[in-house]
């Protein structure tokens, strides 16, 4: 197959602009002021029933987001080896964004009396969302050159930044003014299910642009006997071979660590800037979007940072300025200060999200046909270290009665990824791009 096609990228690309809206709408905005909505009893309580189970409803939120990552962890490798080895990588990433994307418009029917199916959903999205990117990822190193990772990594990112922005904007717009949109004003239950609608609906339809242009079985794979004992052996090949590059194992290690500060931070900005901060829903609303739109830019910056000087050097500036951003954090204390800080969050976060990604696939042996394979060690480093990040959040809050004291720990995690990326020497991951004036065959 020839690289650098551009329908072909193109399409790699616009499945960032298909699924992003999912982290938008689903995790950072709506869904979870929605959900705490309808779990909030008539006294006041939030506590809520799951299978006969009587508990916070945040602390089902959050076993339902490590649930869905714990999940995943554990059968992605496999399921990555198996697609690798019959050639079917295509066909399921398809499963995991209609899982996804399906799941998610079927939160239109999140109601007190559907509570726990809802949560089930949920699940079935976040699984289906994170299943879907393993094999996303996969493919960058199967469709471009290297001299083209970068670039193809920050647009991917920025069109999912543009994309779920708009959505989230048209979704916003029908909440705020419901009846612009024909809905009666006393019905305040029906916009934000109708915006988990939507975003399914988005999520499945744009995806199919996606999926009629990636190449299906780039490699020609046969496969012959079990795929699942296949799988496994397939599995215990790459996990062999990871084992003896050193570089590749010295980014993971680094990415564990810097991406548990990123994460973490993305994850619990919100809930800091209500507890600690006291802020208004339209001001939260306003900080996210902003993150989203500098985002955009900052893919693209780092992007070309990394061309100059190489992706080591342009990750190490990024982790400098995380952070700058948590001791910014601690003294910030108003909401003036927070906006500032969203917008030099959204400046990395887009940078070191793409950039990671790229640099990744440069690491991979240009040799090997298992990208899938190889990616899934990507994506397990990611999801236990959100799991872990947000949980040190937690216990240092907790322990200490502060959330400043649990954002200046986060310093902890980016200064060992910043020592394990000085760690990291060679050609292919600190120079600048070499120009490729032919695109390769495969």
Wanted: hydrophobic share 50%; aromatic share 16%.
């Amino acid at each position: 197959m020839e690289k650098n096609n551009p329908t072909v990228t193109r399409a790699w690309c616009f499945y960032d602009w298909a699924n992003s809206v999912y982290s938008l709408v689903i995790t950072s905005t709506i869904f979870p002021i929605y959900y705490s909505a309808v779990a909030e009893n008539p006294d006041g309580t939030s506590i809520v029933s799951f299978f006969g189970f009587s508990l916070e409803s945040s602390v089902l939120f959050s076993y339902a987001i490590s649930g869905a990552f714990l999940i995943i962890a554990l059968i992605s490798p496999l399921l990555t080896a198996i697609a690798d080895y019959s050639g079917r990588k295509k066909l399921f990433m398809q499963l995991f964004c209609y899982l996804g994307s399906i799941s998610c418009a079927g939160l239109y029917f999140f109601t007190r009396e559907t509570f726990t199916v809802s949560v089930i959903l949920f699940v079935m999205a976040s699984i289906g969302f994170s299943g879907s990117i393993v094999f996303y990822n996969s493919y960058l190193p199967e469709i471009a050159t290297e001299d083209q990772y970068d670039r193809l990594s920050a647009k991917g990112f920025s069109m999912g930044y543009i994309g779920s922005v708009l959505l989230l904007i048209f979704n916003l717009a029908m909440i705020l003014e419901p009846a612009f949109f024909g809905i009666a004003p006393e019905n305040k239950s029906l916009p934000p299910r109708i915006a988990f609608l939507t975003t399914g609906i988005w999520w499945f339809g744009f995806a199919q642009y996606t999926f009629y242009h990636l190449p299906s079985n780039v490699y020609h794979r046969r496969p012959e006997g079990s795929w699942v004992l296949n799988g496994f052996k397939e599995l215990q090949k790459v996990l062999s071979q990871v084992k003896q590059l050193p570089m590749l194992k010295r980014f993971l290690l680094a990415y564990f660590f810097f991406n548990m500060g990123v994460q973490t931070v993305m994850y619990v900005a919100t809930i800091f800037g209500i507890e600690v901060l006291n802020l208004e829903s339209n001001a939260l609303i306003t900080t996210i979007l902003i993150i989203q739109l500098v985002a955009i830019g900052g893919a693209y910056a780092f992007a070309i940072l990394s061309g100059k000087y190489g992706n080591i050097r342009a990750l190490i500036v990024a982790v400098i300025i995380w952070i700058g951003i948590c001791i910014g954090a601690y003294f910030i204390r108003g909401e003036f200060d927070f906006y500032v800080l969203a917008a030099i969050v959204g400046s990395v976060m887009g940078g070191i999200q793409s950039l990671s990604r790229s640099t990744y696939s440069k690491l991979i042996p240009a040799t090997t046909h298992d990208h899938a394979s190889y990616f899934s060690f990507y994506d397990v480093t990611e999801k236990v270290s959100i799991v872990l990040g947000t949980l040190a959040y937690g216990a240092i809050a907790q322990i200490t009665g502060s959330m400043r004291n649990s954002i200046l720990a986060l310093i902890v995690f980016f200064a060992l990824g910043l020592m394990f990326l000085f760690k990291i020497k060679g050609k292919k991951s600190l120079e600048p791009q070499a120009e490729v004036k032919e695109p390769a065959k495969v």
